[in-house]
């Protein structure tokens, strides 16, 4: 499709299980960024990536959350041991480059239980 | 985290009213931004401001960037039933530099027919 795709669109999972959550960005877009929003909240910025590296992932909570993006297109948020106060909607986006608008996917729900 | 100061944070009216809201902060802003989320889809973009005192319109709405460069505002004239949504500020605090982008809590709106 033409736009950010993010799957799965919802997921719950038990208290302490791994999660992976992918966002295939828009082809050519170099700059890819994760959010977290909770309800009733703008988006939280957690991390950053110019290609395949991370340029910040300052936003990053803890060390259970990690997010790669081996060949510079899709990318992968992976949390560890997931707590209850993980639930939330994790938006990726994606843009031409650093300060270009940012094109939103729809999002991936994620209930921890 | 930062956040904008977004009112009102929430509004219903009948349909063909105007609608104002507006962001306001402490710090200057580079960029204003004006996004519409509705539910289960991420944030979509609907107006961007660079300048201090540019005004924009798209459509039905117009939007402002204080001359302080510490406000914008967003106007919907003769509102109808899918300008239902959530909507959102938000603001680059460093031009061009989407990771900090700093957000507001959202202006709820619904619009009755």
């Known amino acids: 499709g033409a736009g950010v795709s993010q799957t799965p669109s919802n997921k719950v999972t038990e208290k302490g299980k791994y999660v992976e959550l992918r966002c295939d960005p828009i082809?050519?877009?170099?700059?890819l960024y994760w959010y977290r929003q909770s309800l009733g909240q703008g988006p939280e910025f957690l991390i950053y990536?110019?290609?395949?590296?991370?340029?910040?992932d300052s936003g990053l909570p803890n060390d259970r959350f990690f997010a790669v993006r081996p060949e510079g297109s899709v990318s992968t948020l992976k949390i560890q041991r997931t707590e209850r106060g993980d639930s939330a909607v994790y938006l990726c986006a994606s843009s031409l480059g650093q300060g270009r608008q940012a094109f939103f996917g729809q999002g991936t729900r994620l209930t921890v239980v | 985290g930062q956040q904008l100061n977004q009112s009102p944070q929430s509004m219903f009216i009948q349909e063909g009213e105007d609608v104002s809201m507006n962001c306001t902060s402490s710090s200057i802003f580079n960029t204003w931004l004006w996004y519409k989320q509705e539910p289960g889809e991420g944030p979509v973009l609907l107006i961007a401001?660079?300048?201090a005192g540019e005004l924009t319109s798209n459509g039905r709405l117009t939007a402002q960037f204080g001359i302080t460069r510490k406000d914008s505002f967003l106007n919907i004239s003769a509102s109808i039933p899918s300008d239902v949504g959530i909507y959102f500020c938000a603001g680059f605090l460093n031009a061009g530099n989407n990771r900090k982008l700093i957000w507001g809590l959202g202006t709820s709106l619904a619009v009755n027919p």
């Open positions: 990536f110019q290609g395949t590296g991370a340029a910040d």
């Open positions: 082809s050519g877009h170099t700059a």
């Open positions: 401001l660079y300048k």
